[in-house]
């Protein structure tokens, strides 16, 4: 099946806002069953994708997405972007500090059939800590 440039598109800013609203029925629609993300070295599976998402916006609960770039080529999609939220809630060992982030992240996403079907996420953790002081 071949998705169209705006349909790549449509379906991660779509993913992005579903994430942001805490949506994650919605958010694990969009993905495959079988999808695998990569992030940080670690290959998750849908649920821990998901679970992750859940952790950040549990300790960001104002987090949002702001997508400056969506290159697409072929079937994948590259997002260039910043996470921005407050830090109300435990992040790992770290207490809510109440300090605003932004976190700029590259994802690259593998879209088949209309869904998610592989992820590759980077994002810069230590600057992450550096913003919360811890």
Not at 19 to 31: E, G, N, S, V, Y
Not at 100 to 114: C, D
Not at 118 to 126: I, P
Request: contains cysteine; aromatic residues 8%.
């Amino acid at each position: 099946m071949t998705t169209s440039n705006d349909s790549l598109r449509s379906i991660v800013e779509h993913f992005f806002r579903r994430i942001d609203a805490q949506a994650w029925d919605d958010a694990r629609d969009l993905t495959t069953p079988s999808c695998k993300v990569t992030a940080g070295g670690q290959v998750m599976d849908r649920e821990g994708w998901i679970g992750m998402g859940q952790m950040f916006m549990t300790a960001f609960p104002d987090g949002k997405h702001d997508l400056a770039k969506v290159l697409i080529a072929g079937d994948h999609a590259t997002i260039l972007g910043t996470f921005r939220g407050t830090h109300r809630g435990a992040f790992g060992p770290v207490a809510a500090t109440g300090k605003t982030i932004a976190l700029p992240f590259t994802t690259v996403y593998r879209i088949s059939e209309g869904r998610i079907a592989e992820a590759w996420l980077q994002f810069d953790s230590g600057g992450l800590m550096a913003q919360l002081s811890a």
